[in-house]
Structures are given as structure tokens and as C-alpha cells.
């Protein structure tokens, strides 16, 4: 059983920076590559940011390049999503997500999901 596993989430200001955990099952974390996804009330899924196995590649979508940096510490068993100059419409439910795929890109790539952890950004 993959088991993920999120934390961080909460109420932040306009232009404010949070950092979300996923802290990992170990038989999950080796050779997965992991990612981020979010989902807005009313929305679908969305695509946020994905890192391989190594650390050597990652992915963003086009909505949080140059402010979101996803990272992962295989010691830890943890991937983070650094978010800074948030926006309102960063408004969603976080996911943690595990993929055999080498560098994960759509909601579809990924196989194994967080419950999730709210991030509300107020302006």
C-alpha cells in the first residue's frame, strides 16, 4: 500500500509563502518520481509540479514557474513544494502523488494520491 502523506498547508496573505511536506512510505518514495497536484472548489485537478527520482529533472505548469519549487529529500523520504508570491487564485487542495512514470506531467501520469492539505491564499 502506497501511503502519502501531507502537511504545511494553511492561511497565508497575498504574496506570502508557505511550504508543503509529503512525508512518504519508503517502499514509495524508492524509484518514484512524485509530484504536486491541486484541485480549486468547483475545479478539476490540476497539474502544479513534478520531480524524478534523482532530483535531476522537474516540471511545472505554465501557472506557478518562477514562483513554486518542488524538491525531494530521498534520505527523508520527503518531497516539498516551495511557494512563494502567492496568489488568491493559488486557492486549492494540495495532493501528494506518486508516479512510475520518469517525469510526470498530467493528473493522469500519477497512480497513488495524499488525502490532500488546503492552502488558502487571501487578498
Known amino acids: 500500500q502506497v501511503q502519502l502523506v501531507e502537511s504545511g498547508g494553511g492561511l497565508v496573505q497575498a504574496g506570502g509563502s508557505l511550504r508543503l511536506s509529503c512525508a512518504a512510505s519508503?517502499?514509495?518514495?524508492?524509484?518514484?518520481?512524485l509530484g504536486w497536484l491541486r484541485q480549486a472548489p468547483g475545479g478539476e485537478r490540476e497539474f502544479v509540479a513534478a520531480?524524478?527520482?534523482?532530483?535531476?529533472?522537474?516540471a511545472y505548469a505554465d501557472s506557478v514557474k518562477g514562483r513554486f519549487t518542488i524538491s525531494r529529500d530521498n534520505i527523508k523520504n520527503t518531497v516539498y513544494l516551495q511557494m512563494n508570491s502567492l496568489k488568491p487564485e493559488d486557492t486549492a487542495v494540495y495532493y501528494c502523488?506518486?508516479?512510475?512514470?520518469?517525469?510526470?506531467?498530467?493528473?493522469?501520469?500519477?497512480?497513488?494520491w495524499g488525502q490532500g492539505t488546503q492552502v488558502t491564499v487571501s487578498s
Open positions: 519508503e517502499r514509495t518514495f524508492r524509484g518514484y518520481a
Open positions: 520531480i524524478s527520482w534523482s532530483g535531476a529533472m522537474t
Open positions: 502523488a506518486a508516479s512510475l512514470i520518469v517525469l510526470p506531467a498530467t493528473k493522469t501520469d500519477f497512480g497513488s
